[in-house]
């Protein structure tokens, strides 16, 4: 299974970005699918997941601001960003669980991960 993420970039507070991830691999649909992110000298932590049931799980920090869903037909999971702020700035890596059990928010609990894409949000 491999993840590509892209769609990050550089924008200003209150601006939108929407993240894709490409994943292959035909099991890989049934995954449970999230993103994580890195933010400059902190550690790794959950945004948004989302099960094959559609089902979406959100930080309280994005919630309200963020959006994931999939396209199956195109093997693409997506993060809408809106009204991006400064502290959204972060490394965006998507990732997928195919295991059963374990948390979605926990990212060792994840089997497989995308490269990271870098969104910067200036004030």
């Known amino acids: 299974v491999q993840l590509q993420a892209s769609g990050g970039g550089l924008v200003q507070a209150g601006a939108s970005l929407r993240l894709s991830c490409a994943y292959s691999?035909?099991?890989?649909?049934?995954?449970?699918k999230g993103w994580f992110r890195r933010a400059p000298g902190k550690e790794r932590e959950f945004v948004a997941a989302?099960?094959?049931?559609?089902?979406?799980y959100y930080a309280q920090s994005v919630k309200g601001r963020f959006t994931i869903s999939t396209d199956n037909a195109k093997n693409t999971v997506y993060l809408q960003m809106n009204n991006l702020k400064p502290e959204d700035t972060a490394v965006y890596y998507c990732?997928?669980?195919?295991?059963?059990?374990?948390?979605?928010?926990?990212?060792?609990?994840?089997?497989?991960w995308g490269q990271g894409t870098l969104v910067t949000v200036s004030s």
């Open positions: 990732a997928g669980r195919i295991r059963t059990g374990g948390d979605y928010y926990v990212s060792d609990h994840y089997d497989f």
């Open positions: 691999g035909r099991t890989f649909g049934n995954a449970l």
């Open positions: 989302i099960r094959a049931s559609n089902t979406p």
